[in-house]
């Protein structure tokens, strides 16, 4: 296979001037103004991106409006479904080019990426496509006196902002996407300033696969500013956000004026659990990928290690060996499986809680240093590992995003369920054991939406995936997710 060459494989970036794409074309930003993105693999500019504010959003959503109500409300549902098909049969065709955009945007390591036919963008996308043909109201035998017919119908919400996050924008707008298209509603995706360019060439796919312009724009800028404008706008009729607990906090209080409809993937500290009698040979290369992977910057990352005591010492020397042999670097190289983090604040922020831990008292096991070298230009950190962790320490109790995993000890199943329920956050977990009545107890007990058992970080768009507590609210996948963006309305019929 050819060394992946930015030049000759991403013709997307010979002009790295990009603008919004608001009603099937590029629009430069009303400000004029333009933010710069950087690859984070070596610091250097890679593309300039429009600063999109109150404006460019007010153009957005007028044009989102009018496709909703003009051309693209005479689809039907089997139109529908075969644009989602024909943009996924695109979206697999220019995979190596989308890929390639996306790691040098955000730094996720290419070999990691699994090909087309696994691939989880291509599989929620394709999910959506079948939910199209799928949306029905139902005819319901009432208790009312006289002749009366009663049936519900499901309608489209209207205009949804999608606001997405960096760690992963190729996978992250697919499931905003895949309901808007299904559904019949449209769109303005808002992408992360650090990482919009997979996002913004995506549209230019939506067009060619025939979508109408307008039913998906994107605006690109900071999340004050263009995000905040989208959350606030009164002709916006739902947000789907995946971010930060605080942002998803504003994104409540900016939505309140006209009462949007929300869908809010938070933060997370998912605890990971490993019992005595659990196949170290499977828990030790899965719990730490389930903090390592993406370099920790996951939301449902298992970084909180909950360890039966006696078996803790040696859990601890085989996860740091583990996390060793992970090699560091170029996003593009073939054996790379970590990359760099986003950015240096992203950096610093992680570095600064290593000194925290330290500070704490919690035992450097592995790791914990920024990598100098030919990657001091890059934001790259070790796969990072601390033992005699408590449950109160900061690095147990904030999400770091970043590739450090916390080991904690506990000793009987009712004191792992304790601490790992101990947190505001309750978006996943895992568990690592032979025992059928453990597993099932630690299913039962946990407080968090997703519990992996004997592994950790599948996800399948039929099942879904959400949070408990401050982790937000609203299913992503699964026919939870498309009511999510449906009205339902209920119709009575007198024929007395
Ligand atoms: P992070 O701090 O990791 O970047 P955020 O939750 O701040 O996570 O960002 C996720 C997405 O939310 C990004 O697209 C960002 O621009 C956007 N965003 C940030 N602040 C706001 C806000 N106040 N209103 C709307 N969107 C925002």
Not at 82 to 111: C, K, N, V, Y
Not at 142 to 169: H, Q, R
Request: glycine share 12%.
């Amino acid at each position: 296979m050819n060394t992946p060459s930015p030049a000759r494989d991403l013709p997307f970036l010979s002009n790295p001037d990009k603008d919004n794409f608001i009603d099937g074309r590029w629009r430069a930003p009303e400000s004029g103004k333009r933010i710069d993105t950087f690859n984070p693999s070596n610091g250097q500019l890679l593309a300039t991106l429009a600063r999109g504010d109150k404006a460019d959003v007010e153009a957005a959503v007028a044009a989102a409006r009018r496709a909703f109500t003009g051309p693209w409300s005479r689809f039907s549902p089997a139109q529908r479904q075969q644009l989602i098909i024909r943009f996924a049969d695109l979206f697999a065709q220019h995979f190596d080019e989308l890929t390639l955009l996306e790691s040098l945007d955000m730094g996720a390591p290419l070999h990691t990426r699994l090909r087309p036919s696994k691939n989880g963008a291509i599989q929620t996308i394709l999910y959506f496509a079948g939910q199209a043909r799928n949306i029905q109201g139902d005819t319901i035998p009432n208790s009312l006196p006289g002749d009366v017919t009663t049936m519900t119908f499901k309608a489209p919400v209207g205009v949804v902002g999608g606001i997405i996050p960096w760690n992963g924008p190729l996978l992250g707008q697919m499931h905003i996407l895949g309901p808007v298209l299904a559904t019949g509603c449209t769109a303005v995706l808002k992408p992360a300033e650090d990482a919009s360019l997979s996002v913004l060439r995506t549209a230019e796919l939506l067009m060619e696969a025939g979508l109408p312009p307008g039913v998906v724009n994107v605006v690109t800028g900071l999340g004050a500013e263009a995000g905040a404008a989208l959350a606030a706008h009164p002709d916006v009729n739902r947000i789907a956000f995946t971010g930060s607990t605080a942002t998803g906090r504003e994104i409540i209080k900016a939505s309140a004026g006209n009462m949007k409809r929300l869908q809010l993937e938070l933060g997370g500290k998912s605890p990971d659990i490993v019992f005595a009698d659990a196949d170290l040979d499977q828990a030790v290369p899965g719990v730490a990928m389930g903090v390592y992977s993406n370099s920790g910057q996951i939301c449902f990352a298992g970084t909180r290690v909950f360890v039966q005591r006696s078996i803790q010492d040696e859990f601890v020397e085989r996860f740091a060996a583990y996390g060793k042999t992970l090699k560091v670097g170029d996003p593009l190289a073939q054996d790379t499986r970590l990359g760099p983090l986003i950015s240096s604040r992203q950096l610093d922020r992680v570095l600064s809680f290593v000194e925290v831990a330290e500070k704490e008292g919690a035992r450097l096991a592995s790791g914990g240093a920024r990598l100098g070298g030919d990657l001091s230009c890059g934001f790259y950190i070790e796969p990072t590992v601390f033992s005699g962790v408590t449950n109160s320490m900061t690095i147990a109790q904030e999400e770091i995003f970043g590739p450090v995993a916390s080991i904690i000890a506990f000793d009987t199943l009712d004191e792992a369920l304790t601490l790992a329920n101990a947190t505001p956050y309750g978006l996943a977990s895992g568990v690592w054991t032979s025992n059928v009545n453990t597993a099932l107890k630690m299913v039962h007990g946990i407080q968090a939406g997703t519990v992996w058992v004997n592994c950790y970080g599948l996800v399948d768009p039929s099942v879904g995936f959400g949070g408990y507590k401050e982790s937000g609210y609203g299913w992503k996948g699964g026919q939870t997710q498309i009511d999510g963006y449906l009205y339902q309305k209920a119709a009575y019929l007198n024929v007395s």
